[in-house]
Each structure stands twice: as C-alpha cells, then as structure tokens.
C-alpha cells in the first residue's frame, strides 16, 4: 500500500484491511488475540482516516503485550463522538527493552497535518487508549 | 531422542514438528509449551523426563525464552527457532547449538540437528579428541613447514644426457658470469639452473653455507680457515685435485657474513 503522509483514506476501507489483517492473526494466535470492530455503516462511509493508522495500533498492542489463552488480549475499536476509538487490555510484556514510542509519534504527527483535532492516548494499568479524530 | 518445543504459536510448533518427524520419526516431542511459565513448571516437576534437545522460540506469550534460562537450570542444548535475529549474541551466552530464522528451512533444521549429534558424541567419548581437523589445518597454514624435504639430488643436462648429481657428493657451488655451476668432491664442475639465494632455500642450511656473493660452501669441503685480514677470512676447500686456474678463485668469507658463518660452524 503506497500512501502519502498528507493522504487519508475512507474508513471503510482501512476497517476492512483491518479485517484481513485480523484474519491473519487470529491463524498465528488463535484464541490469544482478537479485534473486535464496532463501527456503523454509516459511520464508516462518512468519514476519513489517515492510513495504516489501525494497522499500526494493533501491531503495537501484540508488540508489547502478553497473550495467551488464559489471559487473551483484546483490541477494541469503536466510536466515541468523531473520534476513533482503538482500546486494549494491557498486560504488558517485562522486557528490557522500552519501546521508542516512534510508532505513535508518527500518528500523531500524520493528524498534525489532517486536523486541528489532536490524537489523545490514555492509559492506566488496565487499558490502552488511543483516541484519533475522524476526519 | 527426547525433545522439548517452546513455542507460543501453535502452526509453527506443529510445522516443526511435522519436521522432525520426516527427519527422524523416532524422534519424541515430549510437549509444546507456550511460555516462559509453563516451561519453568513442566522442567521444574520432580519427575521431569529426561530431555536430550530442546528448541526454543525466543518471543514467547509471556516473556523472551532466555528467562527460562534465569529461573530453572536448564543444561540441555537449544537449538533457538525465532523471527528475531537481534537474540543471536544473547544466544552465545546459553548452552545454544544453534540460531534458526523463522519461517525454518528444513535442510537448515537438520544441519542444526546433525551439529548437535556431532557435537554430543565429541563432548561424550569423555576426552578431548585427539585430533581436531581444523585446527591441525590451521596450524599447517600458519606455522613454519615443519618436513622440509631439503634437496638431495641434483638433474642437470649434460649434451642428451642428464646426470644425476647427489648432493652429499656437492663440494660447492660459485657463480661466475651470472652463471652458478656445482662443484664435486670429484673435482666435476657442472650448472645448474638455480640462483644462489633459490639454492639457499633448497638446501639444508646445515650443511651449506652462503659465505660471499660468489660462494655456497658446504661444511665436509671446508679443509682450513685462514684469517686473511681483520674481518675476513679465507677459506682452503677440500678437494682430492687442485683447482683449475678458472675456478681458482680464493673463497672468502666476507665481514657481513662473518658472524654467522662462525655460528654456522659452532653447529
């Protein structure tokens, strides 16, 4: 997928790459890690989003967490108003290595671009919370 | 052979598996385990099965593999299967056999397995091997020829005919004209197609000494030793006739020779 940093998608069509890309892991993880999507039709025709931003948030939530089929990791993704919410349950991996925070950094600095809106990233010792303005 | 996967997904450690099998299928998985938790139970029962190989994935469900190596003793060798190449130094720390990328190639995976075979009978037989190949190789590339076969025969063309001169029978050798030409201890003069310095390479250096420009002198041919000058000395060679007028040449020794051609001597 050859996209431009200043290009948006429509939303409907980065959900349905997410699906395929769910596909994929659920193959790889089994009953360890799933997506579970929950956005309205109607939602996913209006608005835009910038590209690969969901991709990159799930591959994140499998980097740094544990899975297993005891403790399963979940990634939610919904809406909240006009914004896009994608959610996780946290438990974190005890690796030596800290994330650089790169990936994030690069959302955040693609929305710059898109919308006055800014990205919002909560987390607490249960969740992950990334909250991205629907364009 | 008793084997043991540590490997969270699932496909993966059923593809290895399969692996195995066609390599060996009497070789046994005693269990595939997902974690770093579980593997640390499962080694850590007080009925344990004996294990002979275990292969280790490195990014498992709860942790990276090399925990297990901090939380239980695990002795048995590992051959590591990852994604992941940047473990591979980690690797070198633990009893590891060897480092396989995923997705595994079966040729690579029974080299692996093959390493470990070889590498369980040497540290098995109890002593260090007697003869380690490569490093006998290494020392012969490296060290000095140890069976030099120094020269003993001389053949040169005479006319149609060769004559095979022995070097035992070798008085000396001079260089006239840009010519060297032996001489026996028959008094026979005859050329030869080396240099002095090729000769002194050829020749065992016990026997033959340089002692000027002109002059290779073997030791049996030297009959008396004049000092001729202050830092030169003049040589009188043994031979059953006189010398010619032509290779009358008086032999010295010249001064920055002198040094050693006395420890040539002393031996």
């Known amino acids: ?112 671009l898109l919308t006055s809106s800014p990205v919002h990233i909560e987390e607490n010792k249960e969740t992950f919370v990334v909250q991205i303005p629907l364009i | 052979m008793n084997v043991l996967i540590i490997e969270d997904e699932n496909l993966t450690a059923k593809r290895l598996e399969g692996m195995l099998t066609k390599y060996d299928p009497a070789i046994r998985v005693l269990a595939q385990l997902p974690s770093v938790a579980d593997t640390v139970a499962w080694l850590s029962q007080p009925d344990a099965p004996a294990l002979d190989l275990v292969f280790m994935d490195i990014h498992l469900e709860d942790d990276i593999g090399f925990r297990i190596f901090e939380q239980t003793n695990l002795q048995t060798p590992v051959i590591f299967t990852t994604a992941y190449d940047e473990y591979m130094v980690q690797a070198f720390k633990v009893n590891s056999i060897d480092y396989l990328l995923k997705p595994i190639n079966y040729t690579e995976l029974v080299a692996a397995i093959e390493k470990f075979k070889a590498l369980k009978e040497q540290f098995n ?39 095979s001169i022995d070097t035992a029978d070798i008085a ?59 830092g030169k000395l003049k040589l009188d060679l043994l031979l059953p006739r006189p010398h010619t007028e032509r290779n009358a040449a008086q032999v010295f020794v010249s001064g920055d020779r002198m040094t050693d051609f006395k420890e040539w001597l002393g031996k």
């Open chain 2, 172 to 230: 000396y050798f001079y260089l006239e004209e840009r010519i060297v030409f032996l001489v026996t201890q028959d008094n026979l003069t005859l050329p030869v197609d080396y240099s002095l310095d090729k000769l002194a390479q050829l020749l065992d250096p016990r026997r033959f000494f340089r002692v000027s420009r002109q002059f290779m002198v073997s030791l049996p041919a030297i009959q008396t030793i004049y000092q001729f000058s202050a």
């Open chain 1, 1 to 112: 997928m050859e996209q431009k940093d200043n290009e948006r998608v429509p939303l409907k069509t980065e959900l349905a790459f997410i699906q395929a890309y769910r596909f994929l892991l659920n193959i790889r993880f089994g009953n360890k890690f799933d997506v579970v999507i929950d956005v309205s039709e109607a939602v996913q025709q209006r608005y835009s989003i910038a590209p690969l931003t969901l991709q990159l948030l799930v591959e994140n939530a499998v980097k740094h967490n544990r899975m297993s089929a005891k403790e399963p990791l979940q990634v939610h993704i919904f809406v909240v108003g006009n914004c896009l919410v994608v959610q996780n349950n946290r438990q974190l991996r005890p690796q030596s290595e800290t994330s650089t925070g790169v990936g994030l950094q690069n959302i955040i600095n693609r929305y710059a």
């Open chain 2, 125 to 163: 037989s109890g002593s260090t091997p007697a003869r380690n190949p490569d490093l006998d190789t290494l020392l012969q590339l490296l060290g000095p020829a140890r069976q030099t076969a120094y020269k003993d025969r001389f053949m040169i063309t005479v006319g149609t005919k060769i004559r």
